[in-house]
């Protein structure tokens, strides 16, 4: 390693523990669907807070079993540069013509997380839009005899995927200001949450497609998004038809007889859907009963998979108590105690949001 980097990296005996948190790190983004070469970089800036491209890649050679390309660098600050409100922000070096350093926003962990909760507030509202939009443009449509029924579900669907969206919106600011603190209030735009009474409906478009953009809405939605990616397209037309067989999302997804029958076990497992017999024939019916359960459920497990993990960061904190005397004088120990510390005083929220997600399913039972 050459001069330039030499006290960048944290000694051996301290790395240790660095590697501990980033394991945490990736752990826990599981359950938000981030890709563990994501949670991994995340994972360094919480803890370095300022790097250049050529530095996360070297961390990544110290911490992963392969180092992270250079593409999948850029992907990632691409990404992040872009979020509104900003996550990071780069600058260029001074004493380099093509190298640039990037800065996490802020090193307060309190702080990052009411920019996450803003930022997924920000994908609520446009979400919230575009699916007002697809209910003008069904309202307007006129189905004819064949297809009518198919209408009158999606329409339904439709609706009611509106009202979970509604009610998921109506926690953020209880959520934010009790589990984080009322300076971090959420801002709203509210002209993103009106009905776009000026949707114009295309002369040429038909039931189906109407109903394929809203599966594409939701197959790229982070707040649909399940832990198996792979099942995402069935889960996507249960929201909007309900019931279906498995013939049915064959015919719907494209995908194979083996994936969805796997997909269906998986989501019966995580009880997501129910099977519903249909009366004189052995066929079966997969039902997602309702949206807002459905998604809810999703949320109340990945929260209670979090906190599984928090004996893993209780074992970090103590252990680096026990080698204060050891270890208290070397580069990077303030910093990794500080952050697990951060991070333990984080299940606060957590626990909040377990609470609200069981307050939300039981609302959503009650409806069915």
Do not use: C
């Not at 491209?53 to 110290?62: D, V």
């Not at 594409?216 to 939605?221: E, G, Q, R, V, Y």
């Amino acid at each position: 390693m050459s001069k330039k980097y030499e006290d960048f990296i944290y000694p051996e005996e301290i790395r240790k523990y660095e590697k501990q948190l980033y394991d945490f790190i990736v752990e826990s983004g599981k359950n938000k669907r981030r890709s563990e070469i994501e949670s991994h970089i995340l994972g360094y800036f919480l803890i370095h807070s300022s790097l250049t491209q050529r530095q996360i890649q070297i961390l990544s050679t110290k911490f992963r079993s392969s180092r992270i390309s250079s593409g999948s660098i850029s992907t990632f600050l691409n990404q992040y540069t872009s979020y509104e409100p900003k996550v990071i922000v780069k600058e260029k070096v001074a004493s380099s013509k093509n190298e640039f350093r990037y800065h996490i926003i802020s090193e307060n962990l309190k702080e990052m997380f009411a920019v996450s909760k803003q930022a997924g507030v920000n994908v609520l509202y446009e979400t919230i839009r575009r699916v007002n939009n697809t209910l003008s443009i069904l309202e307007k449509f006129k189905p004819n005899e064949t297809e009518f029924k198919l209408y009158k579900i999606i329409l339904e669907r439709t609706k009611e995927l509106v009202d979970y969206l509604e009610y998921h919106l109506s926690l953020f600011d209880d959520f934010v200001e009790s589990a984080i603190g009322k300076e971090y209030t959420l801002k709203k735009d509210t002209k993103l949450h009106i009905k776009n009474s000026k949707v114009k409906f295309p002369e040429n478009q038909n039931l189906k497609d109407i109903e394929k953009a809203l599966i594409n809405l939701i197959i790229n939605n982070e707040i649909f998004i399940i832990e198996e990616i792979k099942y995402h397209p069935i889960i996507a037309y249960l929201i909007t038809r309900k019931s279906l067989t498995q013939s049915e999302l064959k015919r719907l997804t494209g995908l194979s007889s083996g994936l969805i029958s796997e997909g269906l076990n998986y989501l019966l497992e995580q009880k997501y859907i129910e099977i519903q017999k249909i009366p004189g024939i052995r066929q079966k019916r997969y039902v997602l009963v309702s949206i807002g359960y459905f998604n809810f459920l999703k949320f109340y497990q990945r929260f209670k998979n979090i906190v599984s993990n928090k004996g893993k960061l209780e074992n970090i904190l103590e252990e680096l108590e026990n080698k204060k005397n050891e270890l208290g004088e070397k580069k990077g120990y303030n910093t990794i105690k500080k952050r697990v510390k951060e991070f333990l005083n984080q299940f606060k929220v957590v626990d909040y949001g377990i609470n609200i997600f069981q307050e939300a399913l039981e609302d959503f039972k009650k409806l069915n």
